[in-house]
């Protein structure tokens, strides 16, 4: 869908419109405060104002209890049914109207002389000045909106939370008070948004990624910079398992880099000078800059060009687990999904022209292969193409390596049904780029991975093979990385699954319990037979009675308890309870071990 389209939306509209009514409303209830920019946003509205100041001088806030009074207000003026009325304005007839609102006065400077919209961003065209009407409230707008306030559906919006914002985001400005609020068609999407905001809460991987023994952030060591605990270690080797599994069946070769270089290589590769300000500052030695990667892509080409390939050798399918570094402004860092220490299933695909359709598909196929293992149903794939307006300038100047590459994605998604929109001119530099949005279990959406064709920079690096005829050419380069990386995957399987993680990736898959301290011996053996055959297991030898065992493995939401007592000893059996509750007793301890077995190499969802 595109941004036109979008802002035809009747929910864009519903948005919108309802930010214009919480203004209407604090600006009632608030005479004094001065208001700033309300846009829509992906699941409601926010609007920033500046109440002035308390007497300790800090910017004076709304109180959660205020949020109620001014959703109250918001709901007689939808009820009053006033319509949204249009009207263009010159700019000084904007500035007479706006003349107590300096943040407006601000914006309509910058309307007048063009390049900025009244949001304050930059756009190239030159709007009209225009204001949207409702009521007593008149507002600096371009829409579009609503008929009327009563279009608003006053039982399926909800003012959310307060956060302070710079104006126009910049911390040299004053701080504003934004009030976000969500909307939506109906009261039962919003019931289901509010449920599922609540169950994130719970599902929160910071939260569980502690509770679960995963990982932790440590001051000393550094914000972004993730410690991967035991239990977190092992879901890293589970899913480089997995990866290496089906890209050695793909064709891949791994290799591996240093996790720095010297400047040259960053220069030749272009993130030098433009990407430094995502990249730790150097380090000096014998004379020579040397950086920690941000990527790893320059490495890979490197060990292409390090030898000479023919037509015959491609493609070259180059995959790492590589760990990069980005710097990422501290404010900006959550949890594992912003960080400045990354480990990433990446890999380079370089290929001729004719093996390109072919070899994206491949890389399309891991996608949905992994989509499948972890059950997550709702996917879309964005492919961001270029504008040959920004030829030579923001995108490569190869308008026929543009088409082809682009008229190839896009018949490879279709031809594979796989689900996609198309974003005019956002590709990346050197290519068009496929963005992947997915879904949770609890329906919160994702950013993954990004799958890039890339035309310019094999030439930067003077990539070459001979051809049929004995001529040098250039390959075309794929960067992928379908696993993401293990900070943001993780991360994100934390909350798909609540912690309960399959049987395949769960750090402890079986935990054997005795009934009392006689079978500890029992309990002991079995665990290690348990080991012995593979499996992640652990005999609960403590002196916790075996009720407070039972409830620590069901809070480490580990899969299998056996429990274990006189009749487990006499027959060699197990009494089996799952994690989910249910349990099965006397089962045989060979039965259980091939039923486990089974799930394991299945990578099987279910218990
Ligand atoms: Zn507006
Ligand atoms: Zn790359």
Known sequence: MSADNKEQDQLYKVRHSAAHVMAQAVLELYPHAKIAIGPPIDTGFYYDFDLGKNEDNRPRSFSPEDLAIIEKRMRQIIAGRHPFAY???????????????????????????????????????????????????????????????????????????????????????????????????NKKELSEHLTMLEEAKKRDHRKLGRELEIFILDDEVGPGLPLWLPNGAVMIDELEGLAKETETAAGYERVRSPHLSKEDLFLRSGHLPYYAESMYPPMELEGVKYYVKPMNCPFHHKIYASKVRSYRDLPVRLTEYGTCYRYEKSGE??????????????????????????????????????????????????????????????????????????????????????????????????????????????????????NQVDFAVPPRFDLTYVNREGKEETPLCIHRAPLGTHERTIGFLIEHYAGNFPVWLA???????????????????????LKAEGLRAHADLGTDRMNAKIRNAQLMKIPYMLVVGDQEVANETVALRKRDGSRQDALPVGEFIAHIKQSIRQRAAGL
């Open 87 to 185: 009207r263009e304005v010159s700019a000084d007839e904007a500035r007479a109207l706006f003349h107590d609102q300096p943040y407006k006065l601000e914006l309509i400077d910058g309307l007048e002389k063009g390049g900025i919209d009244e949001y304050g961003n930059e756009v190239a065209e030159k709007p009209p000045i225009s204001t949207y009407q409702q009521a007593t409230f008149e507002d600096l707008c371009r829409g579009p909106h609503l008929e009327h306030t009563g279009q608003i559906p006053a039982d399926a919006f909800k003012l959310m939370n307060i956060a302070g914002a710079y104006w126009r985001g910049d911390e040299h400005n004053p701080m504003l008070q934004r009030i976000y609020g969500t909307a939506w068609r």
């Open 333 to 450: 860092l959550i949890g594992l999904q912003r960080v400045r220490s990354m480990q990433m299933n990446d890999a380079h695909i370089y290929c001729a022209e004719e093996q390109f359709e072919q070899e994206f598909m491949g890389v399309i196929a891991l996608y949905l292969k992994y989509f499948a293992i972890f059950g997550i149903e709702k996917y879309m794939m964005r492919l961001s193409l270029h504008h040959p307006k920004g030829l030579g300038k923001k995108y490569v100047d190869n308008p026929r390596l543009w088409q082809k590459t682009e008229e190839m994605v896009r018949n490879a998604m279709r031809n594979g049904n796989v689900p996609f929109f198309e974003a005019p001119d956002e590709a990346a530099f050197y290519g068009p780029k496929i963005d992947v949005q997915m879904w949770s279990a609890i329906g919160r959406e994702f950013s993954l991975a990004t």
């Open 507 to 529: 750090p402890q898959q079986v935990r054997v319990i005795p009934i009392t301290d006689g079978h500890n011996e029992y309990a002991h053996n079995l665990a290690a037979r």
